[in-house]
């Protein structure tokens, strides 16, 4: 007997596994990457050394966009689109994973009620029907509040030995952790970055300019960084805070068509996309000052596409008008 498991490298999801493997079953957890969650980091490695289990990483960023793009059960209070976004990863486990690694059935750590949108037992249910594996699915920690499985009603997993977690509370899972000796492991988040408010209004931006789309895909990773401004549409401008998100902006200084950095006087990087008019560039230009060293109270110079330009000083008032118009 081998099961998959849905693995986001957190408590529930491990202790998910912990249940599994302590009736003597094998478990592979599987990792899921899309542009928005997932994807090999030390702490979902360490979190497998301790429960002793391999990870697979499973790209399904093409499809995952498709689900953000248009989701069938709609989306919770930001861009996430729960439900499909779980089924999908059920359904693409049966499609594709299940005969590969020979395994009979699929485990989750969803808990009952923890999740007032997401994780309700109508949710559950949906997630389980559009997955088209219903049968095939174990949520080892609610298990004995649902329907049993398959793998319960063959005897394949001992129901007896499954939980009856229920609600928002952590304790029992806080129990758990110290019984299984799990000593380590993330405090629990609300969920990917389409839960997150100021990420998912930068995605909304895009898809209201028809750009949450696959191919457009360089911006999903851009609106995490630093400042974010719509110039107009498809014409956007990334600055940078920090040395960090300097540097990630810069790293797709390819995919742009402006691109400045600092010439003697430290201040962001910034790049421009999309086809810049020259109001738009000075007005780059301006943003690099404004937020350089100088503040934008002496002239300063930058490499612009790697040619040295200068600005003069900037007007503080009009150019706090322009940042308060386009910046989301
Ligand atoms: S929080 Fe993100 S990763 Fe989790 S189900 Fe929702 S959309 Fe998918």
């Known amino acids: 007997m081998r099961a998959l498991a849905l693995f986001s490298g957190g408590l529930d999801s491990s202790l998910a596994i912990k249940v599994i493997q302590q009736q003597g079953i094998e478990v592979i957890a599987l ?15 360490k979190m ?25 059960s709609g989306r ?57 594996i219903e049968d095939l699915i174990v949520r080892p920690l609610s298990a004995k509040l649902l329907q049993p499985s398959k793998a319960e009603r063959e005897g394949w997993v001992d129901r007896e030995k499954l939980l009856d977690i229920n609600g928002r ?34 995605l909304r931006v895009l898809e209201e300019d028809g750009y949450l789309d696959e191919k457009y895909s360089d911006l999903f990773y851009l609106i995490r960084y630093g400042r974010f401004f719509r110039l107009g549409e498809g014409k956007y401008l990334f600055v940078g805070r920090e040395e960090e998100t300097n540097y990630k902006i810069s790293e797709y200084a390819g995919i742009g068509t ?17 086809e810049l008019s020259d109001d ?8 690099f000052s404004r937020y350089s060293k100088e503040k934008g109270k002496a002239p300063v110079k930058m490499l612009v596409n790697g040619v040295i330009e200068e600005i003069g ?16």
């Open 169 to 202: 509370s952590r304790k029992r899972q806080m129990e758990l952790a110290e019984e299984y000796g799990i000593e380590e492991y993330p405090s629990p988040g609300g969920g990917c970055m389409l839960t997150e408010p100021n990420y998912s209004s930068r």
């Open 76 to 132: 919770g209070k930001n861009m996430n689109p729960c439900i499909d976004c779980h089924a999908l990863m059920f359904r693409y486990i049966a499609e594709n994973l299940l005969e590969k690694y020979d395994a009979q059935f699929i485990i989750s750590g969803e808990v009952l009620g923890q999740r007032p949108m997401s994780q309700n037992k109508n949710a559950l249910d949906r997630v389980k029907k559009l997955s088209g």
């Open 31 to 45: 990792n899921f990457v899309s542009h928005f969650f997932g994807g090999k980091n030390d702490k979902i490695e």
């Open 280 to 287: 738009d560039r000075k007005f780059a230009m301006e943003l």
């Open 258 to 274: 402006v691109h400045i950095k600092g010439a003697g006087v430290p201040g962001p990087a910034i790049l421009g996309y999309g």
């Open 313 to 328: 000083i900037v007007n503080e008032e009009e150019l706090n008008e322009k940042i308060k118009e386009y910046q989301i």
């Open 48 to 72: 497998a050394e301790q429960l002793g289990v391999k990870v697979e990483y499973i790209d399904f960023k093409a499809v995952h966009t498709e689900i953000v793009k248009n989701p069938p």
